[in-house]
C-alpha cells in the first residue's frame, strides 16, 4: 500500500491534536521503560518525541496488529533523538465522543 504525503501529515496531525488533549496512553513494555531510562526521561517526554515527528520521520503503514488484526492500523517511525535513532510504533483510536486517542505502543531504540 502506497501512502501519499498528505496522509502521514494527516495522521500526525491527528497525533498533535490527542498529545494536546492529553489523550494518550503508552504501552509500558519493557523495552519502551528501558529507552526511557536509557536517556533519562518521562512518557511525557516520549509524546514530545512524537509530536515532533516530521513526513521525513515515516518508516511504514498503516499495517494491521499481528495481535488484534480487527484493530486499529499500526504507523512506524523512525527518528533520530540525542544522537540514536529511535523506533516509534503508535495507533489513532477514534472514540465514540468524536475525540482521539494516540496509543504509543513501541517506543525504543532501534533493533
Excluded at 31 to 42: A, D, E, P, R
Excluded at 59 to 71: A, F, K, Q, S
Amino acid at each position: 500500500m502506497v501512502v501519499s504525503r498528505k496522509e502521514v501529515e494527516e495522521l500526525l496531525s491527528q497525533a498533535r491534536e490527542a498529545i494536546d488533549n492529553n489523550n494518550v496512553g503508552f504501552i509500558k513494555r519493557s523495552k519502551n521503560v528501558n529507552t526511557l531510562t536509557h536517556f533519562g526521561i518521562l512518557e511525557e517526554d516520549a509524546f514530545d518525541v512524537v509530536y515532533g515527528l516530521q513526513y521525513n520521520d515515516y518508516w511504514h503503514g498503516p499495517d494491521p496488529d499481528r495481535d488484534n488484526p480487527l484493530g486499529e492500523p499500526l504507523w512506524f517511525f523512525k527518528c533520530s533523538y540525542q544522537r540514536e535513532t529511535i523506533y516509534i510504533k503508535f495507533f489513532i483510536r477514534y472514540l465514540e465522543n468524536g475525540e482521539l486517542r494516540l496509543v504509543l505502543f513501541s517506543f525504543h531504540l532501534d533493533e
